[in-house]
């Protein structure tokens, strides 16, 4: 079964930027489609951005399009989050996701896409 192990969360002034990071036990290439979610409290789950291997294509929210870019170094099989110009309503516990055989599109919109998830990585944007 595909590991996910997500990191790079913290605490960061409104403005400022966070990388978070995804490994994953094996290559994901070719095969899965892999992401990004986050839930804030007493929200639910949302998908922020992913990225289908199979196609190329990423997804983004709109709430973060432009400010969030979605990346990959398949030698390492990671995938980042480069997070810029962060809002408060940032706020969140960010997971790491990936589904086999769907497109980023799908991955983020669909919840029963998703095969795998990381643990999550809390990520705080305060003054």
């Known amino acids: 079964q595909l590991q996910l192990v997500e990191s790079g969360g913290g605490l960061v002034q409104p403005g400022g930027s966070l990388r978070l990071s995804c490994t994953a036990s094996?290559?994901?290439?070719?095969?899965?489609?892999i992401g990004w979610f986050r839930q804030a409290p007493g929200k639910e789950r949302e998908g922020v951005s992913c990225?289908?291997?199979?196609?190329?294509?990423?997804y983004y929210a709109d709430s973060v399009k432009g400010r969030f870019t979605i990346s990959r170094d398949n030698a390492k099989n990671t995938v980042y989050l480069q997070m810029n110009s962060l809002k408060p309503e940032d706020t969140g516990v960010y997971y790491c996701?990936?589904?086999?055989?769907?497109?980023?599109?799908?991955?983020?919109?669909?919840?029963?896409?998703?095969?795998?998830w990381g643990q999550g990585t809390l990520v705080t944007v305060s003054s």
């Open positions: 094996a290559s994901t290439a070719g095969f899965y489609a």
């Open positions: 990225y289908g291997s199979s196609d190329g294509v990423t």
């Open positions: 996701s990936a589904g086999f055989l769907v497109s980023g599109q799908r991955l983020c919109n669909i919840p029963n896409a998703v095969d795998t």
